[in-house]
């Protein structure tokens, strides 16, 4: 979860946050190079008298500045394509959950299950204690096994509402009469926050999303047991 002045992104619990990451590093690398070469070409710029009153014009540095910025564009453009598609990849799911958003909750479904739905809502006041987090917890929590591949269903009854996990690597659209698709793959154990991150009324702000996570062993025993 964020923490006070953190101004990185959240630490990973997904081979696909990893890899966003890892695009973010390379394209800010890039943005840094071309802010240097472009505020010391700016600086030189200004402090020099060099002139030249017969120049016409420069077909080669022409040439080069339009080449360059090309084959920047396709450094940054072939990872983020190859990211895209594996944000699609979707193989073999062990379980999916659907996920309806409403005025201002959420509602899961196990679909493999028989009659595992619930609704979560934020802890309000009156429950709250020192261990809650205020804003980020909910009186039912999500929970997933991890080291398994996981299809999440979103959809809404209402407005749209966006379902987002940023330590995941996760946010997906829910559209009132809309069924959209990701996937999860969590790699370790732990309890993961996320929250609506579309303006969806009076109360966006309070409908957090609390996934934990468990191995597998730990998962087949709260189906087992649960009422």
């Known amino acids: 979860m964020a923490t006070w002045s953190n101004f990185n992104l959240q630490n990973s619990a997904s081979p696909l946050m990893e890899q966003i990451i890892f695009f973010h590093d390379h394209t800010l690398i890039i943005l840094i190079m071309i802010t240097i070469l472009v505020g010391y070409l700016m600086i030189n710029l200004f402090f020099n008298k060099y002139i030249n009153r017969f120049l016409l014009e420069g077909q080669m540095i022409e040439l080069i ?125 732990g309890i993961f926050f996320g929250q609506c991150s579309e303006i969806c009324g009076a109360n966006h702000s309070f409908m957090p999303i609390m996934i934990e996570s468990i191995s597998i062993k730990n998962f087949i025993n709260w189906i087992n047991n649960y009422s």
């Open 65 to 189: 500045w339009t080449i360059i910025p090309t084959i920047t564009l396709i450094f940054i453009a072939l990872p983020s394509l190859r990211l895209l598609y594996l944000l699609d990849e979707l193989n073999n799911p062990l379980i999916t959950l659907k996920s309806i958003g409403h005025q201002w909750y959420w509602s899961y479904e196990y679909s493999d299950f028989n009659n595992i739905e619930f609704d979560s809502y934020m802890i309000n006041y009156e429950k709250f204690n020192i261990n809650n987090f205020r804003l980020l917890d909910v009186d039912n929590r999500i929970i997933l096994p991890m080291n398994n591949q996981i299809r999440i269903m979103v959809t809404a009854t209402d407005v749209i509402h966006s379902w987002t996990i940023p330590s995941l690597g996760v946010k997906i659209d829910a559209n009132p009469g809309r069924l959209n698709q990701t996937n999860l793959f969590i790699n370790r154990p």
